[in-house]
């Protein structure tokens, strides 16, 4: 038979055991808390980076269209100026002049003519360190409108 003050002894709290127990479960829960917001943070720089990739090819695009279309009497994409204008490209999203780069290895992206008509292709690369030393790339295909 149970007596009272043996049960209210028993009953009357947690035990450093319980609650080092308790402790230890929270602990891990954090710690898997800790490591999913640590992979969204990547996550958001990965993104990040690549609308910064989009944003660069896209100038190469605007560049592109500029050069070709805004020299009247000269003929649809002249071959040979592309390297001028990947020069100036390269040199603004590479961080020349003093400003930090915005892709870190941008000097791998290229830019050439695929073709005798008005089609380039646009590879912009760059290096994700923060999923180690892996290299990253987008390729564009565009096919600018030819001049009459």
């Known amino acids: 038979m149970v007596t009272k003050g043996s049960f209210a002894r028993r009953c009357a709290g947690f035990t450093l055991v319980e609650a080092l127990v308790a402790l230890v479960v929270l602990s ?11 992979r969204a ?5 990965a993104a990040y980076q690549r609308s910064v990739a989009s944003l660069a090819a896209q100038d190469a695009r605007e560049r592109l269209w500029a050069e070709v279309a805004g020299l009247p009497g000269v003929p649809a994409c002249p071959a040979g100026r592309v ?5 100036a490209w390269r040199a603004h999203w590479a961080g020349g002049s003093g400003v930090t780069a915005a892709l870190p290895g941008f000097m791998k992206s290229a830019l050439e003519q695929a073709s005798l008509e008005c089609e380039f292709k646009i590879t912009v690369a760059w290096d994700e360190r923060r999923f180690g030393s892996t290299e990253a790339s987008f390729v564009y295909a565009i096919r600018l409108p030819e001049g009459e």
């Open 28 to 38: 891990i829960g954090l710690l898997g808390v800790a490591a999913m917001e640590l």
């Open 41 to 45: 943070l990547q996550g958001a720089h």
């Open 83 to 87: 390297d001028g204008v990947e020069r």
